[in-house]
Each structure stands twice: as structure tokens, then as C-alpha cells.
């Protein structure tokens, strides 16, 4: 692919030698140069709008009006002192899901499996086990009241695995549109449960091409296990992302990654259908969000800002000439300092550990004295204790 990109052609024209004969009459513009100084910005123009499909839009970006927040106490270098659970017998393990009955971690991993990892003080004692592979590419999931695993798989859909190991197909379309990417889940007390399609446009391995774009094709929707209606929440979402229901059962909230925020989105009371904002102006790329337990959301933030990442937000263009980098050169990384950004109830952020080398932590919880991170991309979790090695005072 990176050999020969039609880029370099396009520096072809210019360097075209156009040795006039000192003999010759008249200006001298010999047919080749005339041609290709016809066609030099043709070539140019082809090779911008090869990129035609993406039908490129302003992201609201304006809505952000604050400078990116800042929590309270940091931890900027969290890979220190952090360890490596499941080394190598994880693949991606995007989402993690405790039951604290057992011990045991649930998380989902890019080659299919559901794995079930039993965790223990000691690293090296954890125990790594396949639990069920249901094909797909498990990204979320969340644990059942029933000893049910509810997990949303980027190709299939909304998925239940029975305590047995039994996989069935709960939705895979809403309002006649299928999902491409389902990317977060969790189940209210009632049973009731709530998730996102990032996009029905884009599937896992494409989205960057959503990123590029900056259209929202994402919707957060509820999933009634009695009636199995699946029921549209919220439309037009920029890159639908993490959900939790609220502790009081009062609201859930979902992110927005491309817009760097999470919304409420109210399921009883007085507000009940309403929609507002939870939390903005993000320092990072919101990806899955989890509750402690304990008056804490856990929202793990995949990127960092980087300036390439700010910018690109802002610009359209940018983000084309990133997608014709992309096509014709290679991937484009503007993610670092990846992590986990812990805000109260109220949205009012109190901790953030990161890591410059940190890239795509996709998910973040509380189990004891650590905090363990899923990631899309690494082949492990990574956790840190917290008490040897927390977040301090920023000033
Ligand atoms: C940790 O692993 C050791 C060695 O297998 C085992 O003896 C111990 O019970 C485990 N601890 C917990 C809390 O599971």
C-alpha cells in the first residue's frame, strides 16, 4: 500500500523539465507542460475528492466553550508502578465487568472470547480462562441479575450469554437501521437495558473514518427484556460511546466521544425522556464509563488532547488530509496520554491517572485498592494500586 502513493505523482508536473530549443519561435510551451500544468491541479483535485464518500461535516465543536478540565488530584505517569494482568492471553480486552461474588473479572477481548479472569494480590497468581467465544468482537459488556453476561458485540449487536454459556441474539437494528457498531452497555436495576451504536455508518475496524467525518451517526437506545423492544434514546450522537445508569436509578449517562462529553439522558421522574449535559469540555476522547460503587464514575478517556487531535477536530480539511495520509501512506497515531478521569456524581471531576505512553484505555473500575484498565488494543489489563501510588494535588 505505502509504495508508489499516487501522492508522488502529483510532484511530477512541476519537475517537469520543459528545456525550451533556443531556436524555437514564440514562447516556447511545449505540448507536455501545457498538459500537465492543465492537469497538475486536476490530479491534486482527483486525489482530494477520491475521498468523496466522506461526507465531511463541522463537528459543533463551538458547543466546547471552556478550556479542558482539570481534576483536582493527578497521577500523569500512572504506568508507574502499574502491572500487567493477563499478559498475553488477552486480546483487547475493550470493557471489564467485576462480580464481586466470585472474584472475577469479565472482560472482552478482539478474538471473540469472553474471557473470565480471576484475580488475586499477587499478579502472577491470576488465572486467565476462555469462558464463552460467541464469534464476533465482543467490545462491552455488563453482568446480569441472573448470572446473565449482556455483552455488545461490534458486528452482531446486543448480546446475552446465559450463566450456561447459551448466546442469543437480543437486537442488532433499531427504527429499521441496523447497528454497525454496538459500544457500550449497562442494565438498570429493574432490568432494563441501556447501550449505543457508535455508528450505524462505520464498523470497529473503520472508526477513524467516523472520526474523519465528524457526523453523528450515533444513537443510544434501551433494550426492554419483557417486551424485547429496543427503543431509540437519543439520535444524531457524535460517536456514541460509554453508558451508566445513575446509582439512584434516575438517569444514564452516555459519551460522546468526537464532541469529548457525557450526556443524561433521564429515565424517571419529573425529567423522564429529557436529555442534558452531564459533562463537557473533556480533556480527552471519552470512551467507557462505569460507577464505582461508591459515588464515582469512571470514565476512561482514550486520548488525551494532543494538538494534531484538537485541531483536527476543529478543521474539516484536516481531517481529509489526514484520511488521504491514511489511504495512501499509513495510520496516522494522535493518541497519548490515555487514562481514566474519576468525577463525582455531579459531574465535578476529583482524579485523573494517565500516561504519556497510555494509547486507547478503553475502560476503567475500582476493585479494593486498585483501578483496572481495559484496553482495545493492549494484550492485558493494566492496574494500579491507588494507595501506593495515587493522584495528588495539582497545585
Ligand atoms: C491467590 O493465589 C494463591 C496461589 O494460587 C492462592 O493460594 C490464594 O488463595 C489466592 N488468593 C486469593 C485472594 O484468591
Not at 437480543?170 to 457500550?184: I, N, R, S, W, Y
Request: glycine residues 8%.
Amino acid at each position: 500500500m505505502a509504495t508508489d502513493p499516487p501522492m508522488a505523482t502529483k510532484s511530477r508536473p512541476a519537475s517537469s523539465p520543459s528545456s525550451p530549443k533556443p531556436t524555437s519561435r514564440k514562447t516556447p510551451w511545449p505540448f507536455f507542460t501545457v498538459l500537465l500544468t492543465v492537469l497538475s491541479p486536476v490530479l491534486v483535485a482527483t486525489l482530494v475528492f477520491q475521498l468523496d464518500s466522506l461526507e465531511q461535516a463541522n463537528l459543533p465543536i463551538h458547543e466546547l466553550t471552556r478550556p479542558p478540565l482539570k481534576a483536582l488530584k493527578k497521577n500523569d505517569h500512572m504506568l508507574q508502578g502499574s502491572e500487567l494482568v493477563g499478559f498475553k492471553q488477552l486480546i483487547g480486552p475493550e470493557d471489564i465487568a467485576y462480580d464481586s461474588n466470585s472474584g472475577v473479572i469479565y472482560t472482552s477481548c478482539a478474538d471473540g472470547w469472553v474471557k473470565r479472569v480471576t484475580i488475586n494480590d499477587s499478579v502472577a497468581d491470576t488465572i486467565v480462562e476462555g469462558w464463552v467465544n460467541a464469534g464476533g468482537r465482543p467490545l462491552v459488556l455488563a453482568l446480569g441479575h441472573d448470572n446473565e453476561v449482556i455483552v455488545g458485540d461490534a458486528y452482531k449487536g446486543l448480546l446475552k450469554i446465559s450463566g450456561e454459556g447459551k448466546v442469543e441474539l437480543l437486537a442488532d437494528e433499531a427504527e429499521g437501521v441496523k447497528f454497525k457498531l454496538t459500544d457500550a452497555v449497562d442494565i438498570a436495576e429493574g432490568g432494563t437495558i441501556y447501550f449505543t451504536d457508535a455508528s450505524y455508518k462505520y464498523n470497529v475496524l473503520e472508526f477513524f473514518w467516523d472520526f474523519l467525518e465528524g457526523k453523528p451517526y450515533g444513537r443510544a437506545m434501551s433494550y426492554d427484556p419483557v417486551t424485547k423492544e429496543t427503543r431509540v434514546l437519543a439520535h444524531d450522537l457524535y460517536f456514541a460511546n460509554g453508558v451508566a445508569v445513575s446509582p439512584d436509578q434516575q438517569y444514564v449517562v452516555f459519551c460522546e466521544t468526537l464532541m469529548r462529553r457525557c450526556r443524561k439522558y433521564y429515565i424517571q421522574g419529573k425529567k423522564k425522556g429529557s436529555l442534558e449535559t452531564f459533562i463537557d469540555n473533556l480533556p480527552g476522547l471519552p470512551d467507557n464509563i462505569h460507577h464505582d460503587g461508591h459515588g464515582h464514575y469512571y470514565i476512561a478517556l482514550s486520548s488525551g488532547i494532543t494538538v494534531a487531535l484538537d485541531l483536527a477536530l476543529k478543521h474539516p480539511f484536516l481531517r481529509k488530509l489526514m484520511g488521504i495520509y491514511t489511504k495512501y501512506i499509513g495510520e496516522i497515531n494522535v493518541v497519548k496520554n490515555s487514562g481514566v478521569f474519576i468525577v463525582d456524581l455531579e459531574g465535578k471531576p476529583t482524579e485523573h491517572y494517565y500516561d504519556p505512553s497510555l494509547a486507547l484505555i478503553s475502560s476503567g473500575i475500582k476493585i479494593g485498592n486498585h483501578i483496572y484498565c481495559g484496553s482495545v488494543v493492549s494484550p492485558y489489563i493494566v492496574r494500579l494500586d491507588v494507595t501506593k501510588h495515587p493522584a495528588r494535588a495539582t497545585v
